[in-house]
């Protein structure tokens, strides 16, 4: 069993719906929590960062932890064809520790 | 702008070979990392390095061996390559301060035949 899982996808959505995401992760010891969006033949970048449980939001991406159920989301609103890419949760024990990768939702969003 | 640099975004080589992926990045950062990407399992640690130098295995170390004798160069090497090394290579950087952040370069495209 994987230590993060992910559904591959793809996820079509109809431009300005919103785009839910989501991982689960087996491992307790996770503390530090990433969304990183790859567009096609692009290296990934960093999208969202969040620390423990919680809400954070930047712009019409919101990203959810909720440790006691191992899951974290990532919310697009009002999606944009320029938001169709792979969407890559990571997370790690510790600060600067290495990273562990879900396999990527691929997004389609559709003008 | 930050940059971290693969040499080669596509690759042929056959089975047997020795290849050599080099990444090169401007933002003097300490740490850098190999990874490899395959469809459906993400992204997964091959090598990594705190340090010119020093390297440490990641999580799939087996085929694979690195260098790095300067801080902005990180280099993976494949001794005897073979068919199930085929997948997308990629380079990042991260400072030594942690951020959670990595900076990934482009990608190499490695297909053994």
């Known amino acids: 069993q994987k230590e993060v899982e992910q559904d591959p996808g793809p996820l079509s959505v109809p431009e300005g719906a919103i785009v839910s995401l989501n991982c689960t992760y087996s491992?307790?010891?996770?503390?530090?929590f990433m969304w990183y969006r790859q567009y096609s033949r692009k290296g990934p970048e960093l999208l969202m960062y969040?620390?423990?449980?919680g809400n954070k939001e930047d712009g019409r991406f919101t990203a959810q932890v909720d440790k006691s159920s191992k899951y974290i989301s990532l919310f697009i609103r009002d999606s944009q064809p320029s938001d169709s890419a792979t969407y890559l949760c990571?997370?790690?024990?510790?600060?600067?520790?290495?990273?562990?990768f879900g396999g990527g939702t691929r997004v389609l969003v559709k003008p | 702008d930050v940059k971290v640099t693969q040499s080669s975004r596509y690759l042929v080589k056959r089975t047997g070979e020795k290849v050599f992926l080099e990444c090169v990045q401007d933002?003097?950062?300490?740490?850098m990392f190999w990874y490899r990407q395959d469809p459906g399992l993400g992204l997964r640690l091959i090598y990594f390095?705190?340090?010119?130098?020093?390297?440490e295995k990641g999580d799939i170390p087996e085929g694979y061996s690195v260098s790095r004798e300067k801080k902005e160069r990180f280099s993976l090497i494949l001794e005897s390559a073979s068919t199930n090394q085929t997948s997308m290579y990629l380079c990042?950087?991260?400072?030594?301060?942690?951020?959670?952040?990595?900076?990934f370069g482009e990608g190499s495209r490695l297909t053994v035949l």
């Open positions: 390095s705190y340090d010119v130098k020093m390297k």
């Open positions: 969040t620390y423990s449980s």
């Open positions: 491992n307790s010891a996770f503390q530090y």
């Open positions: 990042a950087s991260s400072p030594r301060t942690p951020t959670g952040e990595l900076f």
């Open positions: 990571a997370m790690s024990k510790a600060a600067g520790n290495k990273l562990t």
């Open positions: 933002m003097d950062h300490e740490n």
